[in-house]
């Protein structure tokens, strides 16, 4: 059996800075949408490079967002990270150069988002958006390794 427990606001923190893939979470008309994305983390916000779609369709219209990312070594090691938050798409040029020289030390070529090509019956043109989240609450929760004893350490016991 496995002990989960909370983690504290630095741990969850720090797993956000060590990762920086994660899933996605927004809704319109109350239904949700999830997608992996790429992030980088600045220990205060986060920040997604992506490009136009409907990604930017229902941020525009409710930018309330849930983000999970995770630490998975195998059924028994693992972290959780669940950010709520505010995403904010950014237009200002110093702050847009601000977020993607964070982005690029994380994801220096900006992947999956430009090397994208589409190749429906349509074309669409590649346009990038950077967003800031601004989370409203950081949480976390991690299985506790405690060491079990093997087949000879209960037989022990038992016969002690």
Request: a negative charge; aromatic letters at 6%; charged letters at 30%.
């Amino acid at each position: 059996m496995i002990e989960i427990e909370e983690m504290r606001a630095d741990e969850a923190r720090e797993v956000l800075g060590s990762i920086n893939f994660a899933h996605l979470a927004m809704a319109r008309d109350n239904i949700p949408y999830v997608v992996p994305v790429h992030y980088a983390f600045d220990g205060n916000d986060l920040y997604v490079y992506t490009t136009e779609g409907k990604k930017a369709e229902i941020i525009r219209v409710n930018p309330e967002i849930c983000l999970q990312a995770e630490d998975v070594k195998d059924n028994e090691h693992w972290k959780s990270v669940m950010v709520t938050g505010t995403a904010e798409q950014i237009i200002d040029e110093d702050a847009r150069q601000k977020a993607l020289d964070v982005i690029l030390k994380v994801n220096p070529r900006l992947t999956p988002a430009i090397s994208i090509r589409w190749m429906d019956s349509w074309v669409r043109e590649n346009i990038e958006v950077i967003y800031r989240i601004s989370p409203r609450s950081v949480t976390g929760r991690k299985t506790i390794n405690r060491s079990r004893p093997n087949t000879a350490q209960l037989t022990k016991l038992k016969s002690d």
